[in-house]
């Protein structure tokens, strides 16, 4: 019981480390989130509170309680969800608690010994903490609830479950996911007489075009972000870590410095920059420049549509493209990003049956409508995109058409990597992006710098998680 305790204290430790540079997610629609305003003594008042009223609200409804991420307009798209949800029943009352950012929500959960100790009953994770919660044995597997209820999963996006399927086992509920898309401005384009590029390789020739034509100085504000490396790995179809790229068990080591996959990407992003193409704009950069009419594209989620849309006006058409492979040969697709739900295995039967049931309700057709209307996440539920909102929505905007094409031209295989310190390892990546960028690492040298430093991270988390 002390070496778990102990295990958890350390994983605290060393998040809460990671965590003060953390916060960059998939997306950006949360960046306006607000921060948790609750300090220490209130959060333990409330949970000595909650031991005593949580399983029973006062009109005698099992109270379930869902923490998430969701900040700003999001926020608001939850409020309303968990209302709905709320008045459909009289068996459960669902209250919606915000923790902050993706980082600041796991971080919470690491601090727990048990899922009753977390102090919620449904709990939204990002996808870089997929293999914690597979290995920390707070969850009741969505795979349990499915196979007790002999529920209908061929209802949900194969490729989005696919992302949260280890070993055949379904273990959350795929919520807010998206993918990847190039944004391009299509009367650059067009006045360049010029096509999305669909690699690296071919962005260097297209690059030069725009340039050439006088329409930008800027073909493509490329932002250092580390999900980009992952995407990049997945279309060249190779894997990060061993263990099947982390998905038959926690990474032991890293293996794209044997692949050389990184380094391909390293070269042409490189390269890229040589040449003028793509500037370093650093990590903030990228959408800002797009929006404004600098550059020509870039590389953002497809839940920032709604967003670019919005800021762009009338100024110029925004278009849309599959996120492009590294080279030309590369045949693979994208993998997802966003976040999914857990239901926590609290051992109180009513309230997981409750956690389960307002699960169901989250990827029901009705709610599925809504959040993608309201958030321009994907709808999880297929039955979506047969409905007349859907049709309507797409008739709006079609640029998002070309996310759900993009979504069910990839494959199960190509959704990505899982790692314990998947978090930590994407921060590695950027800050030896931005070493090479900025003339001090060569692409070579920044690969191997990666390897070292992420693989010394497995080795610490293994052996303080040694089981």
Not at 76 to 93: F, G, M, P, R, T
Not at 144 to 164: M, R
Not at 361 to 386: H, M
Request: net charge negative.
């Amino acid at each position: 019981m002390f070496k778990k305790i102990f295990s958890r204290l350390m994983l605290v430790l060393m998040f809460i480390s990671l965590t003060a540079c953390a916060g960059r997610k998939d997306d950006n629609s949360s960046t306006d989130s607000s921060k948790t305003t609750s300090n220490e003594t209130k959060e333990a008042s409330e949970s000595k509170d909650k031991e005593t009223t949580d399983k029973n609200s006062t009109d005698g409804k099992t109270t379930i309680v869902f923490w998430h991420s969701m900040g700003g307009n999001l926020n608001e798209a939850i409020d309303h969800l968990v209302e709905e949800y709320n008045k459909s029943q009289d068996k459960y009352l669902v209250k919606a608690e915000f923790q902050g950012e993706y980082d600041d929500a796991l971080t919470k959960i690491r601090s727990s010994a048990s899922g009753k100790d977390v102090g919620a009953d449904v709990v939204q994770v990002f996808e870089l903490g997929t293999r914690y919660m597979i290995d920390s044995g707070l969850i009741k597997p969505i795979q349990e609830f499915v196979d007790e209820e002999k529920y209908d999963t061929s209802q949900l996006e194969d490729n989005l479950l696919a992302y949260y399927t280890v070993d055949g086992k379904l273990n959350s509920m795929p919520f807010n996911s998206s993918t990847p898309l190039l944004y391009y401005n299509k009367d650059m384009f067009d006045k360049a007489g010029v096509k999305p590029p669909k690699s690296l390789e071919e962005m260097m020739t297209v690059g030069k075009k725009l340039k050439e034509s006088g329409v930008t100085e800027m073909p493509i504000s490329f932002s250092v972000y580390g999900w980009w490396i992952d995407q990049f790995m997945n279309k060249e179809g190779l894997d990060i870590f061993d263990n099947e790229n982390g998905r038959k068990a926690n990474p032991n080591k890293t293996v794209f410095e044997e692949n050389k996959g990184i380094l391909n990407i390293l070269k042409q992003w490189k390269a890229l920059e040589d040449e003028g193409i793509a500037p370093n704009v650093g990590k903030q950069g990228g959408i800002p420049e797009f929006n404004s009419g600098t550059s020509a594209m870039t590389f953002a989620s497809t839940a920032s549509l709604t967003q670019i849309l919005s800021e762009v006006g009338d100024r110029f058409e925004v278009g849309t493209a599959y996120f492009p492979a590294v080279k030309d040969s590369d045949k693979n697709g994208v993998s997802i990003g966003g976040a999914s739900l857990y239901a926590l295995n609290s051992g109180d039967e009513e309230k997981m049956k409750g956690a389960w049931d307002f699960i169901k309700f989250l990827v029901s057709v009705d709610s599925q409508i809504y959040w993608n209307a309201n958030t321009g996440y994907f709808p999880v539920n297929k039955g979506v995109l047969d409905t007349d909102e859907f049709k309507e929505l797409i008739k709006k905007s079609p640029q998002f058409e070309t996310a759900i094409d993009q979504l069910h031209d990839s494959k199960p295989e190509d959704q990505g990597a899982l790692a314990t310190v998947y978090q930590e390892s994407r921060q590695i990546m950027e800050k030896y992006i931005e070493e090479m960028l900025n003339g001090n690492t060569s692409p070579e040298d920044a690969s191997k710098a990666m390897a070292k430093e992420i693989d010394e991270a497995l080795e610490s988390y293994n052996k303080v998680n040694k089981k």
